[in-house]
Nanobody
Framework: VQLVESGGGMVQPGGSLRLSCAAS????????MSWVRQAPGKGPEWVSASNTGGDMTDYVDSVKGRFTISRDNAKNTLYLQMNSLKPEDTAIYYCNVLLFGTPRWGQGTQVTVSS
């Protein structure tokens, strides 16, 4: 099982980034997927989730209306479109899947929002 996040970087407040998570080693289309972030000095925070078909999604209140989760099951890839970024969005972002009761994580991608 492998989850590889990409697309992070440094942006100014109000900017946008699109994160990707390439999945392999399991049947991606059979599993709900999530994004989780961890800010410096803080614990992990769940950000967003998608069901297997991508037609049911959910978000933490702080990102609603700014972030959009999506997936391409043909490409085994999960996305997170992040708009109107704020300094408090600065964190390492991880994609996550629960496989047979065990959470699996990628290495994460750093997002820094700063002027």
């Amino acid at each position: 099982v492998q989850l590889v996040e990409s697309g992070g970087g440094m942006v100014q407040p109000g900017g946008s980034l699109r994160l990707s998570c390439a999945a392999s080693g399991f049947t991606f289309s059979n599993y709900d997927m999530s994004w989780v972030r961890q800010a410096p000095g803080k614990g992990p925070e769940w950000v967003s989730a998608s069901n297997t078909g991508g037609d049911m999604t959910d978000y933490v209140d702080s990102v609603k209306g700014r972030f959009t989760i999506s997936r391409d099951n043909a490409k085994n890839t999960l996305y997170l479109q992040m708009n109107s970024l704020k300094p408090e969005d600065t964190a390492i972002y991880y994609c996550n899947v629960l496989l047979f009761g065990t959470p699996r994580w990628g290495q994460g991608t750093q997002v820094t929002v700063s002027s």
